[in-house]
C-alpha cells in the first residue's frame, strides 16, 4: 500500500507564512532576524569564552584581570539573551495578527465552497483542521515560526564555525613537496601552488557545510522523510 506524501512540504509553508508577514506584518519578519543574530552571538560568545578564559590562566594574568574577562563574558551573554528573549516575546503580537489574516482566508474559504461540499465528510475534515491550524497561539501556524527561526538559527552556526575555519591556516606542505608538485603540474612558482591549494581547501568546507545542513533538513525539518 503507497503512503500518502503530504500535499505541501516545510519550504513551502514557510515560504508561504514569509509572504504573509511580508505583506501584513513585516516587523515578525525583522524581530525574527533580529532575534535570530542573537541567537547566533550568544552562541559564538558562549564558544570564545572557555578559550579566552584558559589562555588569561596560561598567560597567568592577575586575579583583576581573570575576573574582569569572566565579568565582560558574563554581562556579554546576559545582555544578549535578554535582548533575544525580548524579540522572541514581541513578535508574539504581531504573529497573532498574522494568524488572524489566516483566520480570515480560512473563513472566507469555508463561506464561499460550493454547497455540495457541505455535507462532504472529506470536505469537512479538511476545513475543521484548517480551523485548528490558526486556532490558538499553540497551533501549527504559530509553530511555523519556532521552526524557521531554529533553522536559521542553525544555519547561521554553521556558517560562523565555516568562517571560523577559513580562519584557519590551510595545510602547510613541506618545501620539497611544495617544489615537487609544482613541477609535476607545471605551475609557474609557489604562489600559484598556494593559490590552488586555498581554493581547494574553501571548496572542500563549503561542500562539508552544505552537506551538513542539507542532513539537519532532512533529519529534522523536512516533512518527506
Known amino acids: 500500500m503507497r503512503k500518502d506524501k503530504s500535499v505541501y512540504s ?23 532576524v533580529l532575534a535570530v543574530a542573537c541567537a547566533v552571538g550568544l552562541q559564538a560568545m558562549q564558544l570564545y569564552a572557555a578559550p579566552e578564559i584558559l589562555a588569561s590562566v596560561e598567560r597567568q594574568d592577575s586575579i583583576s584581570d581573570l575576573l574582569r574577562g569572566i565579568l565582560m563574558f558574563s554581562l556579554g551573554m ?10 522572541a ?14 483566520i480570515d482566508r480560512v473563513i472566507e474559504k469555508a463561506c464561499t465552497m460550493s454547497y455540495c461540499l457541505c455535507s462532504d465528510s472529506k470536505a469537512i475534515e479538511v476545513k475543521n483542521g484548517a ?18 527561526e531554529t533553522l536559521l538559527s542553525a544555519a547561521g552556526i554553521l556558517l560562523l564555525a ?40 574553501f571548496l572542500a568546507l563549503g561542500a562539508i557545510e552544505y552537506l551538513v545542513l542539507r542532513w539537519v533538513w532532512r533529519r529534522w525539518f523536512s516533512l518527506e522523510r
Open 10 to 32: 516545510t519550504p513551502h509553508c514557510l515560504g508561504y507564512m514569509v509572504k504573509t508577514a511580508w505583506k501584513h506584518q513585516r516587523d515578525v519578519l525583522w524581530r525574527l
Open 131 to 148: 480551523y485548528m491550524a490558526v486556532g490558538d497561539n499553540n497551533s501549527g501556524t504559530e509553530h511555523i515560526w519556532v521552526t524557521l
Open 89 to 102: 516575546y514581541s513578535a508574539q503580537i504581531r504573529r497573532i495578527a498574522v494568524r488572524c489574516v489566516l
Open 162 to 201: 565555516l568562517l571560523s575555519c577559513l580562519l584557519l591556516p590551510a595545510p602547510s606542505l613541506g618545501l620539497t613537496l611544495a617544489q615537487k608538485l609544482v613541477e609535476t603540474f607545471h605551475m609557474m612558482d609557489l604562489n600559484q601552488l598556494y593559490t590552488v591549494l586555498f581554493c581547494l581547501w
Open 78 to 87: 546576559l545582555l544578549v539573551g535578554t535582548v533575544k528573549t525580548y524579540f
